[in-house]
T-cell receptor, first 112, second 115 residues
């Protein structure tokens, strides 16, 4: 699976949008971008995934650049409970192809 | 999203004993489950991939005779840490994959402390 690069840490003010970047310049045409987050001492939580179109769900929005070499996860109104490590992972979706390999992620701290 | 449970959530055992951890997919069938381990302040490390009805595939450096994995049904996989030692103390997390979408959902984790 392709590697991703994320900033090690970011701060965000409560109530503001949190924009978490991810670079995946070697992504293959059939690889999706997945985002998970891990709150301290819990298992990772699935957030969203996409191939090339922007995606939105009740948790977040995913913006993928046209060349697919980078993406941004957007939490529109960050709360203190959004403080977590956010992981951007690329892998082939569907069926039985590819495993989720976790990098170091971005530690997001939402401050009051 | 799909729900994955783990049991127990926390276990303390003596060195040399074996510990079994259960992972269940509660509202979907999972032909493939995964076991990860996470040491303090580190990221998750994939230990093995568990396929229902067949032998697990272990990542390089993970001892298959020490970490026994059984995936006997479409909703249950177990990880047994045999002859546990203090260095096996860690946070063990399972994950189950939804076949149609390929999305993986994670359990809440099991914290193992070996004394």
């Amino acid at each position: 699976d392709a590697k991703t690069t994320q900033p090690p840490s970011m701060d965000c003010a409560e109530g503001r949008a949190a924009n978490l970047p991810c670079n995946h310049s070697t992504i293959s045409g059939n690889e999706y971008v997945y985002w998970y987050r891990q709150i301290h001492s819990q298992g990772p939580q699935y957030i969203i995934h996409g191939l090339k179109n922007n995606e939105t769900n009740e948790m977040a929005s995913l913006i993928i650049t046209e060349d697919r070499k980078s993406s941004t996860l957007i939490l529109p109104h960050a709360t203190l409970r959004d403080t977590a490590v956010y992981y951007c992972i690329v892998r082939v979706a569907g069926g039985s192809q590819g495993n989720l390999i976790f990098g170091k992620g971005t530690k997001l701290s939402v401050k009051p | 999203g799909a729900v994955v449970s783990q049991h127990p959530s926390r276990v303390i055992c003596k060195s040399g004993t074996s510990v079994k951890i259960e992972c269940r997919s509660l509202d979907f069938q999972a032909t493939t489950m995964f076991w990860y381990r996470q040491f303090p302040k580190q990221s998750l490390m994939l230990m093995a991939t568990s396929n229902e009805g067949s032998k697990a595939t272990y990542e390089q450096g993970v001892e298959k005779d020490k970490f026994l994995i059984n995936h006997a049904s479409l909703t249950l996989s177990t990880l047994t840490v045999t002859s546990a030692h203090p260095e096996d103390s860690s946070f063990y997390i399972c994950s189950a994959r939804v076949l149609a979408s390929g999305t993986q959902y994670f359990g809440p984790g099991t914290r193992l402390l070996v004394l």
